[in-house]
């Protein structure tokens, strides 16, 4: 079984930085190792609905993906050899506090059906 977690969260003030990480493990339900099509970071806010924030085809790394609200300041990124998906957030907005979650699409025509069980981010004003 696929298991994602995340790692890096925390509290900043506003106009700051934090990077955080997601390492997978595991295999897949038909025993294959980890390889997934695509791996995104989704967020989701007190009284909120999930939200996407930034996504990518992991052979490659490209292309990536981005929400409005974090073009320019957000920086998706993996290590392939070490299965590990990165988001670099800067300038970061009390707007941006949520749980971070991972997450991975095994396959190109599925869903994003591997989560992890999220990282709080809190940004101050």
């Known amino acids: 079984q696929v298991q994602l977690v995340e790692y890096g969260g925390g509290f900043v003030q506003a106009g700051g930085s934090l990077r955080l990480s997601c390492t997978a493990s595991?295999?897949?339900?038909?025993?294959?190792?980890?390889?997934?099509?695509?791996m995104g970071w989704f967020r989701q806010a007190p009284g909120k609905e999930r939200e996407f924030v930034a996504g990518?085809?992991?052979?490659?790394?490209?292309?990536?993906k981005y929400a409005d609200s974090v073009e320019g300041r957000f920086a998706i990124s993996r290590d392939s050899a070490q299965n590990i998906l990165y988001l670099q957030m800067n300038n970061l907005e009390p707007e941006d506090t949520a749980v971070y979650y991972c997450?991975?699409?095994?396959?190109?025509?599925?869903?994003?059906?591997?989560w992890g069980r999220g990282a709080q981010v809190t940004v101050s004003s």
């Open positions: 997450a991975a699409k095994l396959v190109r025509t599925g869903d994003f059906g591997s």
């Open positions: 990518m085809v992991w052979t490659g790394g490209k292309p990536t």
């Open positions: 595991g295999r897949t339900a038909s025993g294959r190792p980890f390889n997934p099509y695509a």
